[in-house]
């Protein structure tokens, strides 16, 4: 997202991010193994801002309960291994809102964290969730993490039939750092497939969950439900990356640990 000001994405801008998705041009296959595959972008020498994208077919998940887990923030804390700490801090539209995410990064990194904008649309039988960095008063960086920025980063679900779908993640980020190249490498080659088959896995065990937890709630389905204080646009800036502490941990060899397989 570019500009000044802070903007709820448009159709345009919805559109603009699928064509991403879908486009392999100018794009390096980095990963490609069973239904899992990989790209990366070379982006320029010298600057700590990576681009990938990762497809993955996922069987026995339809394209409506891939998005509902992509959404449900209570589940996400069942699934996701990485999350330290999430929760939405406000609505913008019955389609848009804010909210916070923290992650642990490969040892010895330190950990990250940001405050996105978060922007979803249906599109016929698919669906687009993305999101872009801002700035909220209330929720400056701390000083036991490292405030990344999201340029641009979201899911594309693509329906495959009544009971599989094709997950596209695409990532824009500056991590603020010059980062060794095992991380670049392990994000590419194991964490971004590993994360695709974990999201996959949680899918499958959805519906069963969800019976148990709330089964009728689901805001952003039915913006109604929503218990979220509304935010003015007035309160939030966009995230500039030039304002952030930049760390150096280029030099820091990788902490061997048993991964998780899961």
């Known amino acids: 997202?570019?500009?000044?000001?802070?903007?709820?994405?448009?159709?345009?801008?919805?559109?603009?991010?699928?064509?991403?998705?879908?486009?392999?041009?100018?794009?390096?296959?980095?990963?490609?193994?069973?239904?899992?595959?990989?790209?990366?972008?070379?982006?320029?020498?010298?600057?700590?801002?990576?681009?990938?994208?990762?497809?993955?077919?996922?069987?026995?998940?339809?394209?409506?309960?891939?998005?509902?887990?992509?959404?449900?923030?209570?589940?996400?804390?069942?699934?996701?291994?990485?999350?330290?700490?999430?929760?939405?801090?406000?609505?913008?539209?019955?389609?848009?809102?804010?909210?916070?995410y923290s992650w642990k990064c490969p040892k010895p990194l330190r950990n990250r964290d940001v405050i996105t904008l978060r922007s979803w649309l249906p599109i016929g039988k698919d669906y687009i969730i993305m999101n872009y960095s801002i700035k909220h008063a209330k929720y400056p960086p701390k000083k036991d993490m490292v405030r990344a920025v999201s340029i641009q980063?979201?899911?594309?679900?693509?329906?495959?039939?009544?009971?599989?779908?094709?997950?596209?993640?695409?990532?824009?980020?500056?991590?603020?750092?010059?980062?060794?190249?095992?991380?670049?490498?392990k994000s590419s080659h194991f964490l971004a497939p590993c994360a695709m088959k974990k999201i996959c896995k949680a899918c499958v065990k959805y519906p069963e969950w969800k019976q148990r937890h709330n089964p009728a709630f689901k805001p952003w389905l039915y913006p109604e439900q929503t218990t979220l204080p509304s935010i003015p646009l007035s309160e939030l800036s966009i995230q500039r990356a030039e304002s952030l502490e930049n760390i150096d941990e280029s030099s820091l060899a990788e902490a061997h640990e048993r991964e998780d397989s899961d």
């Open 153 to 185: 980063t979201g899911y594309m679900i693509q329906s495959q039939g009544p009971n599989n779908c094709t997950l596209t993640y695409m990532a824009q980020v500056d991590p603020r750092g010059s980062l060794p190249k095992w991380v670049v490498n």
């Open 1 to 100: 997202m570019s500009g000044q000001t802070v903007t709820i994405p448009d159709d345009q801008a919805f559109a603009s991010f699928k064509a991403e998705c879908l486009c392999e041009e100018g794009w390096n296959m980095t990963y490609n193994k069973g239904v899992v595959t990989v790209w990366a972008q070379s982006l320029e020498e010298g600057k700590s801002i990576h681009k990938i994208k990762c497809r993955m077919l996922c069987k026995d998940v339809s394209a409506e309960t891939m998005y509902d887990v992509l959404h449900d923030i209570e589940y996400r804390k069942k699934w996701d291994t990485n999350v330290i700490e999430t929760f939405d801090i406000g609505k913008l539209t019955v389609n848009a809102d804010v909210g916070y």
